[in-house]
């Protein structure tokens, strides 16, 4: 199992960046894949989940700003983020489980497959 992480880059604040998650091994629309965050001196954290490839999950700090969506063709997922702030600034990763249960999914440690990584700097 493969996952590929691309995407990031710098963009200015209130600006918008779409992550793609590139998978090989597992079919996406049956798996859920999370998307993560780690920052500098900081834990790695939720951000997105789309749970067996159907409901979508968000943590509270990007509702309503990042879309986390599905490519099954492409067997790819991707993270759509607008309006970008400067604390969105971090290493995103992307994560995948096949038997991840639905109240788990905000762990990082749930999910057994993670893509290298991709880094997104906002800049004020």
């Known amino acids: 199992v493969q996952l590929q992480a691309s995407g990031g880059g710098l963009v200015q604040a209130g600006g918008s960046l779409r992550l793609s998650c590139a998978v090989s091994?597992?079919?996406?629309?049956?798996?859920?894949i999370g998307w993560f965050r780690q920052a500098p001196g900081r834990e790695r954290e939720f951000v997105a989940a789309?749970?067996?490839?159907?409901?979508?999950y968000y943590a509270d700090s990007v509702k309503g700003r990042f879309t986390i969506s599905g490519d099954n063709a492409e067997n790819t997922v991707f993270l759509l983020m607008n309006s970008l702030r400067p604390e969105d600034t971090a290493v995103y990763y992307c994560a995948a489980d096949s038997t991840i249960i639905l109240s788990s999914v905000r762990a990082a440690r749930s999910y057994d497959h993670w893509g290298q990584g991709t880094e997104v700097t906002v800049s004020s």
């Open positions: 091994g597992l079919t996406v629309r049956r798996q859920t």
């Open positions: 789309r749970f067996r490839g159907a409901n979508t």
